[in-house]
């Protein structure tokens, strides 16, 4: 079984920074890429940014470029997120996503972490 384990939500003010991180646990497993995703009460979850793991190359959604960047670190199966410049309306849950490959497993899994919130004041 793998989990997602996300960390580094909390309260920060406009203008200030957070960094996110989602480690994938569990047994063997391949990773194809990894992400972040956010929703807020009422809405549809939005891609925030998207990492592959062999290559490294990111994507971006417009309203989080230049301030949020995204990193991983494969031997820890870790991917971060970097926020920097926080604008309130940047508030909201954010999850980490993975597509990933159990062992022994023929088919590709998209699995989601619980959240994290993300309060910025003003």
């Known amino acids: 079984q793998v989990q997602l384990l996300e960390s580094g939500g909390g309260l920060v003010q406009a203008g200030g920074s957070l960094r996110l991180s989602c480690a994938a646990s569990?047994?063997?497993?391949?990773?194809?890429?990894m992400g972040w995703y956010r929703q807020t009460p009422g809405q549809e979850r939005e891609r925030v940014a998207t990492?592959?793991?062999?290559?490294?190359?990111?994507s971006y959604a417009d309203s989080v470029k230049g301030r949020f960047t995204i990193s991983r670190d494969n031997a820890k199966n870790t991917v971060y997120l970097q926020m920097n410049s926080l604008k309130p309306e940047d508030t909201a849950i954010y999850y980490c996503?993975?597509?990933?490959?159990?062992?022994?497993?023929?088919?590709?899994?998209?699995?989601w972490g619980q959240g994290t919130q993300v309060t910025v004041s003003s």
């Open positions: 996503n993975a597509q990933l490959r159990p062992a022994a497993a023929a088919s590709w899994y998209s699995y």
């Open positions: 569990g047994r063997t497993f391949s990773i194809s890429d």
């Open positions: 990492v592959t793991w062999s290559g490294g190359s990111t």
